[in-house]
């Protein structure tokens, strides 16, 4: 997943002519991202004006407000934008020629680009005269939003202070002279509850402010690494194309005939790995899910061992990693684990409750023979994991599925097998960086 990082572009001024213009720098701006004017115009307070950048983006006016004294502030964005290189330009043509006019326009990755990102439900607007501008959002409709308070101060220029919770745009407060016009921009990583935007000012004075979000990209990304199956004391897949980045979640779901769970995992970056989900199919072998998290990369060519708890048993492993999951904490949300066994086509588990909304959801399958698994599509789990089986004297499959889930109950993982094999059956849940923010789930099959 990308990271939502806030980037600012530069302030900008009218002085007395009918438009502001700001430049862009030598970084230039991505395609993808979500690109952010605010103004502030001193006109009496008839809210309109237009912004406009050489890549001919599309830019919607929200947060209009009027003072009752200086004129408007408002927040113009384009999302999903065109590329912009250096030297091109973003223009704030006024409402009014002659006003003055100050922009301040910076742009934003990591935000979703597959339908407009702006969460109207946040959009709130106030005006006072004070020192201790506030203005509280409406409540998200999604966990995460990245949120931006704009504030706007006229007839007079004032020292900005952000608040402790906010991040100060890096490129300061945007003023113009004559006229006088001030506009001022902070920003947050919400949480899905309501936020207050409250800065302070040098001095008592009238003011402007808003508060709106926009919802970030797909939260979790699923990709698959491999499968091995074999009698020999251990067992490797070896990392494809592309490897694996930094800070991932990798899983190794396991089938072993074996009546004693245990074994252990290792890569060659060293990461260290934690068995769960481990359960005995009727004394016929068992399955279990070990998982690395905040993991360090792995390279092309490098491989993930699972050492079997015995050395000649049939064993199959399946390995995928996961991107968009937590990585300042453990993301492993116990209270999601669940184990079933049994000897029917129809296996099946439900998990305990999430204490996130949002989790990532693997469920895993072990069987003591090779039997045709059809995936729990009916319960929104597709693949990774994928199958991984050894047909023999003594055969063991591993099968699965994964999902987000989209709220925060209980899911329950239901495939179907050919055959009434014994089989183990397990769930559980990973805690996402932006829980709740409800997405289709993005799978890479690598062979």
């Not at 979790?220 to 091995?228: A, I, K, M, P, S």
Request: proline share 4%.
């Amino acid at each position: 997943m990308a990271a939502v990082t806030f980037n600012a572009i530069g302030n900008g001024n009218s002085g007395a002519g009918a438009t502001a213009t700001v430049t862009v720098g030598a970084a230039g701006v991505p395609a993808g991202s979500l690109i952010l004017v605010a103004v502030d115009e001193n006109n009496g307070g008839t809210i309109g004006g237009s912004v406009t950048d050489t890549a001919g983006n599309t830019y919607t006016r929200i947060l209009g407000q009027a003072s009752s004294t200086f004129g408007f502030i408002a927040l113009f964005y384009a999302w999903n934008a065109a590329a912009l290189s250096n030297t091109n330009t973003i223009t704030y043509t006024k409402q009014t020629s002659g006003d003055g006019a100050a922009m301040s326009a910076a742009y934003v990755t990591g935000i979703d680009t597959t339908s407009d990102p702006h969460d109207s439900a946040m959009d709130a607007t106030a005006t006072g005269t004070s020192s201790t501008p506030s203005v509280v959002s409406g409540t998200p409709t999604k966990t995460g939003n990245f949120t931006i308070g704009i504030l706007g101060e006229g007839g007079a220029t004032f020292t900005f202070t952000e608040a402790s919770n906010w991040f100060a745009n890096p490129s300061g407060s945007a003023s113009n002279g004559s006229p006088a016009a001030q506009i001022s921009t902070g920003y947050a990583v919400n949480g899905a509850s309501t936020l207050t935007f409250n800065p302070t000012l040098g001095a008592s004075g009238t003011w402007a402010a808003g508060i709106t979000g926009f919802r970030p990209a797909a939260g979790v990304e699923v990709v698959n690494l491999g499968q091995q199956t074999g009698t020999t004391a251990t067992l490797a897949v070896t990392v494809p194309a592309g490897g694996v980045p930094a800070g991932a979640l990798i899983c190794v779901a396991v089938a072993e005939r074996s009546t004693t769970i245990g074994g252990s995992m290792a890569d060659s970056a060293s990461n260290p790995y934690t068995q769960i989900l481990g359960e005995v199919a009727t004394a016929r072998g068992y399955s279990a899910l070990f998982y690395a998290w905040n993991a360090a990369a792995l390279a092309a060519g490098q491989t993930i061992t699972w050492t079997k708890q015995n050395t000649t048993d049939t064993g199959a492993m399946t390995a995928f990693y996961a991107t968009g999951i937590v990585t300042d904490k453990d993301p492993h949300d116990s209270a999601v684990d669940a184990v079933a066994t049994g000897a029917t086509t129809t296996p099946s588990v439900t998990s305990g409750t999430p204490a996130d909304t949002g989790e990532f959801i693997v469920g895993i399958l072990g069987q003591t023979a090779v039997s045709a698994y059809t995936q729990d599509t009916a319960h929104g789990f597709g693949t990774p994991p994928v199958t991984a089986s050894l047909s023999n004297a003594t055969p063991a499959e591993i099968d699965g599925g994964s999902q987000i889930n989209s709220g925060a109950s209980a899911v329950t993982f239901a495939p179907t097998i050919g055959s009434a094999t014994q089989w183990s059956i397990g769930i559980t849940g990973f805690r996402a960086i932006w829980p709740a923010y409800r997405v289709p789930l993005k799978t890479y099959l690598r062979r």
